[in-house]
């Protein structure tokens, strides 16, 4: 349904919820969610239209500065929450699918901030995320990948000598003929665009917000 | 102060809490502090604390943050609780001076007082990683720097021409850094120069299998054990603390916070920042400590300069010089690359904060350094002329305020440039800058000195 084709008022609502998850306002939020399922409006528009407009926002208030991590995760948890009073009404065959992203550092490093930030600002940017964590085995990334019907795989890195596991996973999944199936995307501190080409990643992020944008393009 | 066995043991039997809630309770914690304490930047054309009521209100909210909250185990995912009494107890007994390396290079490395008129203690690198063709011509140039205290290594890429993979590489490779450290600061006539390794893992093994005394790490050198942002520690680090603090190597760590994460904006970040030298020092008997606040915009080379962020390292700094014995550096690092204008100017800003907040100089090095490409002798040296300048100029808080505006109008707005592989704008066969970057520091000094810092011509 375009937006130009509704009423004053569903539109007013739209815009509502919107800015009610940009200002994580949660009671908010969950009651206009309630009114756009009461009205019997399209949930489909309404997600579309105001989550993923609030999900844009968030990420240029926490590229602005103005917010933080603690905004991502608490912004990606209320788009979350209204998502589900506003999927209440859709039959299950109509349910657009979350494109799915499985995302980790890598085995033997245990450093998370970076991670942190992409995984929240994916999740924000309307991705499904599985996030396992730090120090995770090549292995566990593909077998997560193949249990959740990922899309992509997200690899961090932080140590130089952890790099190499971003690419044991690549070539593990050329070896287990499941390359083509999951796009793989990689960043962290040491780690640089030259890198990923030569490891043959599908994309490169040097933060947060570039990652936001690269995995946009990568699976659209 | 309560021992490593009792901290081990808390690590073991405290409370259970799953990260994500740990994260959240964190930010939820210090943004209330920030409002209890009346924690806030005046605003733009701050840049050096001139408030000695709030060093204290910030020193106080770190002290009920660490109390709060405890540290977190991210190894067994359990809170380790601290109480008013043993944070406070390890405050007073904690050392302000720690001696390290031996001989002719037996060094003092002290704490610092604000506004302190006594020459710096300098770390000139490295921690960028170095590949091992030039390593060990590397760690000769930076030794040679004669204000040089002690050197701290790098990560590895490469050992024995193999890529390093797994816990036994990695063990190979550490033993391999630290030889080489110790032949680099021989070849460069300071075969005492204490060393401090830099772990190419966090693994126990990786840290441990350096200990050496004959061909490793010496009683004398030290070691880098840092807790993760969000006063979160590991297990791994842990057995590397009880290891050394009987083998007798000092400690250092990473302490400073990093705002845009869980700990908030810039006001959030001075709590934590406050916070985590003490809990470095209890977790893990860390003493010298980088510290301060970084934003994570900065680190990743997205904006070279943040409002704000120079006045939260002043608080924090200011704080912990004044309400505790921390031994603090100001870690330089520029969002632009070696061989560049804007790198020189940037660092320019860390060395004017270094003496007047009470930082001794650590390490300059790019934000986002990859291979070879993260710094120069060149601006080490540049660190310790810039700071000593401010010193003998007598530079007060606001002497140096001034001149860090002027610095920052100058940088604000600019994109941060890439820079230069050592190689490319340095000449490690004879420890001088190439005459491009030459150059570059001849001009980048006469802007200093047109600004009004006193360097030497």
Redesign the interface.
């Known amino acids: 349904m375009e937006l130009s084709n509704l009423p004053q008022g569903q539109r007013d609502l739209l815009d509502s919820l919107r800015d009610a998850i940009v200002a994580i306002d949660e009671e908010k939020a969950r009651n206009v969610a309630e009114a756009i399922v009461n009205e019997e409006m399209d949930p489909n528009t309404a997600i579309r239209y105001s989550i993923a407009h609030a999900a844009v926002k968030v990420g240029e208030k926490f590229d602005s500065g103005e917010y933080y991590l603690p905004h991502l995760v608490m912004a990606g948890d209320l788009m979350d929450e209204v998502g589900t009073i506003l999927g209440r009404n859709i039959p299950s065959d109509q349910i657009g699918e979350k494109k799915v992203i499985v995302i980790g550092t890598v085995q033997g490093d245990m450093h998370s901030v970076g991670k942190n930030l992409v995984s929240t600002m994916l999740k924000s940017g309307g991705f499904q995320v599985h996030d396992m964590g730090v120090d995770v085995a090549s292995m566990a990334f593909i077998d997560r990948a193949k249990e959740v019907n990922a899309d992509m795989i997200a690899l961090s890195s932080l140590l130089t000598t952890t790099m190499p596991y971003q690419k044991e996973v690549i070539d593990d999944l050329a070896s287990m003929g499941l390359r083509e199936k999951f796009k793989v995307i990689v960043g962290g501190g040491p780690v640089t665009e030259h890198y990923a080409k030569e490891i043959g990643a599908d994309g490169y992020a040097k933060d947060a917000v570039e990652a936001l944008r690269e995995v946009k393009r990568l699976l659209a | 102060m309560i021992s490593l066995l009792e901290i081990a043991e808390r690590t073991q039997t405290g409370e259970k809490v799953e990260?994500?809630k740990w994260?959240?309770e964190l930010?939820h914690t210090i943004s209330q502090l920030v409002k209890k304490y009346q924690i806030e930047f005046p605003g733009e054309g701050c840049f050096i604390n001139m408030d000695d009521d709030l060093a204290e209100r910030a020193f106080e909210a770190g002290i009920e943050c660490l109390e709060s909250m405890g540290i977190y185990c991210?190894t067994t995912r359990r809170r380790v609780r601290l109480t008013r009494d043993e944070i406070l107890r390890a405050i007073d007994e904690a050392p302000t001076e720690i001696v390290m390396g031996e001989g002719k290079d037996r060094r003092v490395w002290k704490q610092r007082k604000v506004e302190g008129r006594e020459k710096l203690n300098v770390c000139p690198g490295h921690h960028t990683?170095y590949s091992e063709d030039i390593a060990p011509l590397v760690i000769d140039n930076f030794a040679r720097i004669p204000r040089a205290d002690f050197i701290e290594g790098f990560?590895?890429?490469t050992v024995d021409g193999r890529?390093?993979?797994?816990?036994p590489m990695?063990v190979y490779?550490s033993r391999r850094q630290v030889g080489w450290m110790r032949e680099g600061v021989r070849k460069a006539g300071r075969p005492g120069l204490a060393i401090v390794y830099y772990p190419?893992?966090?693994?126990a093994e990786d840290l441990i299998g350096v200990m050496d005394p004959d061909h490793g790490l010496r009683r004398t050198d030290g070691i880098l054990l840092t807790l993760?942002?969000?006063l979160k520690m590991?297990q791994d680090m842990l057995c590397a603390a009880i290891v050394y603090e009987e083998y007798g190597s000092f400690k250092l760590s990473g302490s400073f916070a990093?705002?845009?994460?869980?700990c908030?904006?810039i006001e959030?970040a001075i709590v934590e920042g406050i916070a985590k030298p003490i809990a470095c020092m209890i977790a893990y008997r860390d003493y010298i400590h980088y510290t301060g606040v970084e934003?994570?915009?900065m680190l990743?080379?997205?904006q070279i300069l943040?409002p704000g962020i120079t006045w939260a390292r002043s608080v924090v700094n200011q704080a912990l010089n004044k309400f505790t014995h921390t031994i603090c550096m100001r870690w330089v690092i520029p969002t632009s690359g070696p061989g560049t204008e804007l790198n020189l100017l940037e660092g320019a800003m860390h060395s004017i904060e270094a003496p007047i907040n009470g930082m001794n100089l650590y390490a300059p090095r790019q934000c986002?350094?990859?291979?070879n490409h993260g710094q120069t002798p060149l601006e080490a040296e540049w660190m310790i002329e810039v700071s000593d300048a401010v010193i003998e100029q007598g530079l007060d808080r606001k002497g140096a305020s001034e001149l860090l505006a002027k610095l920052a109008q100058r940088i604000q707005g600019e994109q941060p440039q890439e820079g230069y592989s050592i190689t490319e704008c340095y000449d490690l066969a004879h420890h001088k800058p190439k005459p491009d970057y030459e150059r570059i520091y001849s001009n980048v000094k006469n802007q200093l000195t047109e600004m009004g810092l006193n360097l030497p011509q």
């Open positions: 990260e994500k994260d959240m930010f991210i990683p990560n590895v890429t890529e390093i993979m797994g816990a990695e490779a190419i893992n966090t693994r993760l942002p969000d590991e990093i705002a845009g994460g869980f908030g904006g959030g934003h994570v915009h990743n080379a997205r943040i986002r350094t990859t291979t």
